[in-house]
């Protein structure tokens, strides 16, 4: 999460984001991220840490958001793709 949210600070304009695989990625880190305008983002196989409020963040932060890949991310439920919806495009 330290590495991620140094990242967000230090690239305020960072459009896409590929952390696939990164099991210890916990939901402030992804808040940390989506204060960036992503376009992209992939947190698949991040599903140890992530919850639905990680998401919710992207959709209320990221209208521009095109694609966003969530496979194995085992916590989410409905409510953040919901969120996704509303929020973004």
Known sequence: DE????IALGCASL????????RNLSDEGIKAIA?????????SCCGN?????SIKAVAA????????????CKFLT???IKAIAAGCG
């Open 35 to 43: 204060s960036c305008s992503l376009r992209s983002l992939n947190v």
């Open 49 to 53: 840490f992530l919850t639905d409020e």
């Open 15 to 22: 459009t896409s984001v590929n952390v696939s695989g990164c």
């Open 61 to 72: 932060t990221c209208p521009s958001l095109t694609s966003l890949n969530v496979a194995d």
């Open 3 to 6: 590495a991620i949210q140094a």
């Open 78 to 80: 409905n409510e953040a």
